[in-house]
């Protein structure tokens, strides 16, 4: 069955390739702050001297002065929490029409030329996702979970997309009490567009309100002493003597876990009463900013030349220290002398004891 909105993704895209296309917070009806830009004082990073100096490079969506900066400035600026609303929005295939603008949501196959059937139907909604949190679980675990309980609070439906949900998705849905809404074509008279990337004060309380929910469901008694094993998904960050490490962290009372094998329940039982975490570098940090205790400490294994400090920004939130140790180049990859890594942990263990 067509409609008037069938032919959306034909003349969205040839308008877009003859530069008639708007942005869609042109065409937004409302732009509503939120929450206003803040800025917040930083933890010291724990490091051995001259640590940062060992780097080579950052991750590719970074900067080696932005990389610097999370690890050595005492206070970092943070940006206003925006809502745009966008009247008479269509969503269909990870795709936001209106007023002859689009924006693309996640690209790749599955976008149909021409839209068929029906569709559904909302007076206003909140749309919580963005390209990269249908992308990397990381940014779907914060980000699209904060502007969701975000819609929560507005008292707005959470419209994401349908799509294979992470393997940690329904898990983590329950442990924070949202279900979620999910659309593959759908009408909204008044859809929310949320600029939510600025970890201002109100993102941060969000933040806090979720990991609390997750840490009510941890069970006592677990280990104090963790290290994160990485698992087969993700960008490749291949510790080459990863089992020299492993075997000397045992050796030294750790328990080894490995995220990607559990259920978030699991994670978090495994994480709750952990006062010291050792992890590479990685999407499984991100289950430690809602598992672990206050003023825990966490040290992070960093590749020479994808160095990557922003998980440090959210555990200073957290009052959760933040220590990193980087490992030198090597073939394949690349190594962590073991006696680096033990005199790095002995400078977190300290921090976290004081």
Not at 17 to 24: E, F, H, I, S, V
Not at 231 to 255: K, P, Q, Y
């Amino acid at each position: 069955m067509l409609s008037k909105y069938s032919f959306l993704p034909v003349t969205a895209r040839v308008r877009g390739k003859l530069g008639l296309a708007p942005r869609m917070k042109d065409i937004a009806a409302d732009r509503t702050e939120l929450y206003p830009a803040n800025q917040s004082r930083t933890l010291p990073a724990i490091a051995l001297p001259n640590e940062f100096g060992r780097v080579r490079g950052v991750e590719p969506n970074s900067t080696l002065a932005l990389q610097r900066s999370y690890v050595e400035a005492s206070y970092l600026p943070h940006g206003a929490t925006i809502a745009y609303r966008i009247d008479d929005a269509i969503l269909a295939d990870h795709t936001l029409y209106s007023c002859g603008a689009y924006e693309i949501h996640r690209s790749g196959g599955g976008k149909r030329a021409v839209l068929t059937g029906s569709y559904d139907e909302f007076e206003e909604a909140q749309l919580c996702t963005y390209a990269p949190s249908s992308i990397y679980f990381g940014h779907w675990l914060r980000d699209a979970m904060a502007m969701e309980l975000l819609a929560e609070q507005r008292g707005l439906v959470p419209l994401s997309y349908k799509k294979t949900p992470w393997v940690h998705e329904p898990g983590y849905r329950k442990l924070m009490g949202l279900p979620g809404a999910t659309i593959s074509y759908a009408r909204i008279r008044r859809l929310w567009m949320i600029d939510d990337l600025g970890l201002n004060a109100g993102w941060v309380g969000r933040f806090h309100e979720l990991r609390a929910r997750v840490r009510r469901a941890a069970k006592p008694g677990g280990p104090t002493h963790v290290l994160l094993a990485r698992g087969s998904s993700g960008t490749a960050r291949e510790l080459l003597n990863a089992r020299v490490i492993a075997d000397l962290l045992v050796g030294r009372g750790f328990a080894v876990i490995e995220p990607e094998s559990l259920t978030p329940q699991e994670i978090v039982d495994a994480l709750g009463s952990a006062t010291v975490v050792v992890s590479v570098e990685g999407s499984a940090i991100n289950h430690v900013h809602y598992a672990v205790p206050a003023k825990a400490g966490v040290l992070v294994i960093e590749p020479p030349d994808r160095f990557n400090a922003f998980h440090k920004i959210l555990m200073d939130f957290n009052g959760v220290r933040f220590g990193y140790v980087v490992g030198d180049p090597a073939d394949g990859g690349f190594s962590l002398e073991p006696e680096r890594l033990l005199r790095s942990l002995d400078c977190l263990e300290a921090a976290v004891s004081q």
